[in-house]
């Protein structure tokens, strides 16, 4: 089954908002040049407070701004309440967004948030009518004790428990070795391969054939232009979750084009 390549930048904690928009429109001014058919999926993550910034951008800016969608990095799954400093579904879609990140490891290890706790994220993003980029990952000392595989297969099926097979479908998931996470250190694209490849294997185990055919699986971890063509050339890896190199346009872009010439 031929899936459309993502490839998604996740700017963390970085850019104010007139430096969101300008690398919106670095983006946008290269997208403009291809068809969507020949591009892959593109899909930029400010911060909360450039979001609405950025939608504006891409409301007036005229051609390109189609092919890229907006995500949020993160969500909480009460639609509102007394929950200081959260936002909702409701409310990152009304910013503009059309996917969230939830589960990044960073959430995971600085704010103790838990797989119970990201399977409630996933059901809510889903019910509102945007998609979550579901992340999973291990550490150094998970990889080095061989529990890669097991650990990263219970994180998938938390986060998918209770979740209808056409939703699952619909998602997607990003594979991010935390000891390459903002290292330089890259997973070898044969292994990233066959990690990614078993989680398409769990997810078929917990929600069929057709949802594991169709589900994006991600890598990420020091992901730069230099990398991308390998990891895309492999059979399971269906794009990129995008850090430091996402942060400017010019290697972004780089990433995206590198795409195009295996994948697209």
């Known amino acids: 089954m031929s899936r459309k390549p993502i490839i998604a ?8 908002q007139s430096e969101a928009k300008a690398l919106f429109d670095g983006i946008k001014d290269f997208a403009k040049g291809f068809s969507e058919s020949q591009l892959p999926g593109i899909v930029i993550a400010p911060t909360f407070t450039s979001l609405s910034a950025v939608a504006s951008e891409k409301c007036n800016c005229g051609a390109g701004c189609d092919k890229i969608a907006i995500a949020a990095q993160n969500c ?3 639609s509102s309440g007394a929950y200081t400093g959260e936002v909702s ?6 910013a503009g967004c059309d996917y969230v990140i939830i589960g ?12 119970e706790m990201i399977n409630l994220k996933a059901k809510s993003i889903l019910a509102g009518g945007l998609i979550p980029i579901i992340c999973c990952g291990e550490t150094l000392e ?3 004790s061989g529990i890669t595989d097991s650990h990263i297969a219970s994180q998938i099926k938390a986060a998918l428990d209770g979740i209808s097979s056409e939703d ?10 935390i000891w390459a996470i903002g290292t330089g250190k ?3 694209a044969n292994e990233a391969n066959r990690v990614i490849a078993m989680i398409r294997n769990v997810v078929k185990e917990v929600a069929g054939v057709s949802a594991a055919d169709s589900i994006r699986i991600l890598y990420g971890g020091s992901v730069k232009p230099s990398t991308i063509e ?3 050339s492999k059979s399971d890896i269906d794009g990129a979750l995008v850090g430091g190199a996402s942060l400017t346009a010019e290697s972004f872009n780089e990433i995206i084009a590198n795409t195009m010439k295996v994948s697209v």
């Not at 600085?110 to 797989?115: A, I, L, P, R």
Request: one cysteine or more.
């Open 9 to 16: 930048g996740n700017w963390k904690m970085n850019l104010l």
């Open 186 to 188: 890259t997973c070898d």
């Open 168 to 177: 699952v479908a619909k998602s997607v998931i990003a594979y991010e070795p």
């Open 76 to 78: 909480h799954w009460k």
């Open 89 to 94: 579904v409701e409310m990152v879609k009304d």
């Open 230 to 232: 390998e990891q895309m």
């Open 142 to 144: 998970q990889r080095e």
């Open 104 to 115: 990044h490891s960073e959430r995971r290890q600085y704010f103790s948030e838990t797989d």
